[in-house]
């Protein structure tokens, strides 16, 4: 059995057209136009990689994008300044910080400082808490565009065992809530789970969150069973010259093809649908904020 490719690029390209219009009807209607601030401290080079595609994609659908670059050594209060000036701008809709940040600044400060309204990550406590207990809240990108992918491939996922590999506050846990919510049999795996290679074999829906390249090897997998890839890692590839390198996920491609019934590429997959989803989760923040109609099929 070969596994249906699952085609996040595409999806994400089709999203990113209704959030066009979107966009554009914002505009003519209410002469409102979505905002999305992104900060990024520091100079890791990947970081700036997808704060680059991420405005880019912003300005394509017709939003403003709001980039401030700041230095590594940035203190505390200099940032919160930033998030409390962002916070105050009725022109941003959406503010997101870019993780990883120095060792000097706290993440959990500063999704703290963010206004949940404006938290596009859905990282703070109260869109977690909201999420948690099934109200309306701001869900995390990724998570968010798993669930899609995962609705898109499948339908109903009721009553589906679905195993979670990871359980971080911007990938893991959500992710875990999201498919709760649409009544999947939930098991979260993690770093101490016990024989996670039996846990993960009964699993209908396989979502890997690790940071750990090519883990999840085909022999983990359920014969039919869909696989969303989240793992973005960089590895060495000699065979493409010296010093290159390329991207791979956190199950083992061409392992897993053979017994999966579908599976997200590297990139290709998860990757995009992020991105969607952050435009997605800023115009629904800019309706909320002005009172406007919730845009349908851009949140889950
Ligand atoms: N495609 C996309 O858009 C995005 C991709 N990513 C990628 O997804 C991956 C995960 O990101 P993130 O959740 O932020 O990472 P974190 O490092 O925050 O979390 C990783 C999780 O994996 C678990 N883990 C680590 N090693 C193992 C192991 N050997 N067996 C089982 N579980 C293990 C950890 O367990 P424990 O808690 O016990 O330590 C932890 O819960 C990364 O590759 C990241 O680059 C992230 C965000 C967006
Ligand atoms: N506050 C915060 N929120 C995040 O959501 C967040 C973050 N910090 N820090 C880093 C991770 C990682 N992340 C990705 C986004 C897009 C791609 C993406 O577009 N990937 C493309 C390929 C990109 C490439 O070629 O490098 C793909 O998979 O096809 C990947 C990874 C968001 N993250």
Request: charged share 20%.
């Amino acid at each position: 059995m070969t596994a249906q490719v699952i085609d996040g690029k595409a999806f994400a390209a089709t999203m990113r057209g209704k959030i066009a219009s979107h966009v554009a009807r914002l505009k003519e209607v209410h002469h409102v136009t979505p905002g999305l601030a992104v900060i990024l401290v520091g100079q890791d080079p990947a970081s700036e990689v997808y704060v680059r595609n991420k405005n880019k994609s912003t300005v394509e659908v017709g939003m403003n994008s709001y980039e401030h670059k700041l230095p590594a050594d940035t203190s505390e209060a200099d940032l919160y300044a930033l998030i409390d000036q962002l916070n105050a701008d009725p022109a941003v809709h959406g503010i997101l910080c870019q993780f990883p940040v120095p060792d000097h600044l706290s993440e959990r400060d500063i999704v703290a400082r963010i206004d949940p309204a404006k938290d596009v990550d859905g990282l703070h406590v109260l869109n977690a808490g909201l999420l948690a207990s099934g109200q309306r809240a701001m869900v995390s990108c990724t998570p968010l565009g798993c669930l899609m992918l995962l609705r898109d491939q499948l339908g109903n996922l009721s009553g589906k065992n679905a195993v979670v590999i990871g359980r971080s506050n911007l990938v893991g846990k959500p992710v875990a809530q999201l498919l709760l919510r649409d009544s999947c049999t939930v098991t979260i795996a993690h770093s101490r789970t016990a024989n996670i290679e039996e846990v993960v074999r009964g699993a209908d829906i396989v979502v890997a969150a690790v940071g750990r390249a090519e883990m999840v090897k085909g022999d983990w997998i359920k014969k039919g069973a869909v696989v969303i890839d989240v793992g973005i890692n960089r590895i060495p590839a000699p065979e493409r010259g010296e010093g290159k390198t390329r991207l791979v996920g956190d199950v083992d491609y061409a392992s897993a093809a053979e017994v999966a019934g579908a599976i997200t590429p590297v990139p290709g997959g998860v990757g995009p649908m992020t991105i969607a989803c952050l435009l997605a989760n800023t115009v629904t923040a800019c309706c909320r904020a002005n009172g406007f109609p919730e845009p349908e099929g851009l949140t889950a």
